[in-house]
């Protein structure tokens, strides 16, 4: 913004505005930054490209409203499995006659170090038009730099910040966890600046849950989506192995992450925490004070401070997904 472009404008002038706020009902927001992060391997980036198709094709989400409009897919890892992720979905969700049609989806296929390529991704974005939304899959593999430092993953935010600036669009980040897996890997900036954050994880039935854990207008927050991620064959390649993909298909099936009659027992203790916890603070709690309440109930048999974490943490899941469990913003609390 020009300096001379600065104006403050009166408290009576201030009028509420009734402009679409989603290009997703209560998932994805008409412009922001947007975090998809869990661990590998769990279908995050099949899950995200389902649902940019079902923008791109302008056809509702899971009873959710879609506004149709441009995607804009930058693939910087697994570039080559892109091709039968495209046409495994066009088998599976496109009739014939569909699939002739032009779709306002596009493929960006190279590595990029964005903090120093964004100028030049606009550039090419450009000429298609201002897209809805720009996914950068992966964070890791676009990052010439520490995930953990300040500095670096707050430039990369400003680059991701400068195509949202550009375009008014979403910019959807796709991104690791930890080794604890309790949020996403790295500097905290990344969420500090999020509009919204979306965990993915596949439960012991092996479905692909992905729930909102926070929008910043609290729309769909707490939502949780589950899919089955199904195997497509494509045919035989020139050597005559077969080329498979998978595709995104919605169930009704209720997450499950008991593992154990153990597990059971800590989801138990867990919950029993945290009513505990919000009753004697009158409101909800945050993690750590949860954490701390289940550790002294013996949410693990072991006193060995990883196997409390990770017991703590399983539990935790277990209460979110099966909605006993709801996170207020950084808190959390029983669903009554």
Known sequence: MNRDDIQLIAFSDIKLSKRRRAHVKGIIPITGIVVVWGPPKVGKSFWVFDLCMHVARGISYRGRRVHQGTIVYCAFEGQGG?????EAYRRQHMPRAERGEHIPFYLQPHMLDLINDYDALIGAIKPYGDPAIVVLDTLNRSLNG???????MSAYVRAADAIREQFNCAVIIVHHCGIVGTRPRGHTSLSGAADAQIAVVRDDNRNVVARIEFMKDGIGEGDVYVSSLIPIDLGAD?????????VIVETTETPRFVRSSRTSEAVSVALRALRDAVADNDAPV???VWAERA????VSRSENPESMRA???????ALIASNQVKQVGQTYDVTR
């Open 82 to 86: 892109f091709e039968a992720r495209a």
């Open 238 to 246: 020139e050597d005559g192995d077969m080329i498979t993909s998978c």
């Open 286 to 288: 945050s993690e750590t």
């Open 295 to 298: 550790y002294a109930l013996g």
């Open 146 to 152: 520490s995930e953990s430092r300040d500095e670096d």
């Open 311 to 317: 017991a703590f943490r399983r539990a935790r899941r």
